[in-house]
């Protein structure tokens, strides 16, 4: 499949442990903001969203954090299984814009 | 089945050979948008679209077209390809732009200028 991750941080987790994203993005005016998983040779999907006026979210064994502060983002995964190695991007909204993150790879060992 | 579809898959061309990326989605969204996905870079937005004839620039539109004639089709064109064109192309669509919505995203282009 296409390669998108050269030079990208890279996570490896083991099978089973809960796995922690983190994306710092750049815009303090942003008020949304998504993670994707994005599979080799396949478009980005999506995973979850935050709106800018909360700073938790959960969803089927993920969770989004948000802190405006410091504008950082974070996406646990708990139970990582195999299927979750993907390259993982943040995006963030201002305007009718999506600007995305360069990714992280996550690596799930069995 | 709900989709965004892209052709071709896969397009190699030489310098300055117009061409066009065609892109449709089946689900009445608003809003398409074209990004360029390359190695280390994330994906880059080209152009997008608020609705039928509204374009508007991204953040990497040299050396892009594209038109909104129909709210289904949102086809890229690249008049003069050069190497540095070179990359994976992915159309996206949403219900509205610039609101809480997800982007759906198509298979992807790759493209290769020589």
């Known amino acids: 499949g296409e390669s998108v991750g050269l030079h990208l941080p890279t996570l490896s987790v083991q099978e089973g442990d809960n796995s922690i994203i983190n994306c710092a993005y750049s815009n303090s005016a942003s008020d949304y903001f998504i993670w994707y998983k994005q599979e080799s040779g396949k478009g980005p999907q999506f995973i979850i969203d935050i709106r800018s006026n909360m700073d938790k979210r959960q969803g089927q064994r993920v969770t989004v954090l948000l802190n405006k502060t410091v504008k950082h983002l974070s996406l646990q995964i708990a139970a990582t299984q195999p299927g979750d190695s993907a390259v993982y991007f943040c995006a963030e909204r201002y305007g009718n814009k999506l600007v995305f993150g360069a990714g992280t790879i996550l690596r799930v060992k069995s | 089945e709900a989709q965004v579809t892209q052709n071709p898959r896969y397009l190699i061309t030489v310098t300055g050979k117009k061409l066009t990326v065609t892109c449709s989605q089946n689900?009445?969204?608003?809003?398409m948008s074209w990004y360029r996905q390359d190695p280390g870079l994330g994906l880059r937005q080209i152009y997008y679209s608020m609705n039928v004839e509204v374009t508007d620039k991204g953040d990497v539109p040299e050396g892009y077209k594209v038109s909104r004639k129909e709210k289904r089709n949102f086809p890229l064109i690249l008049e003069s390809p050069s190497p540095n064109q070179t990359s994976l192309y992915f159309c996206?669509?949403?219900?509205?732009?610039?609101?809480?919505?997800?982007?759906?995203f198509g298979q992807g282009t790759r493209l290769t200028v020589v």
């Open positions: 996206a669509s949403s219900p509205r732009g610039g609101t809480n919505t997800e982007a759906f």
């Open positions: 689900m009445n969204h608003e809003y």
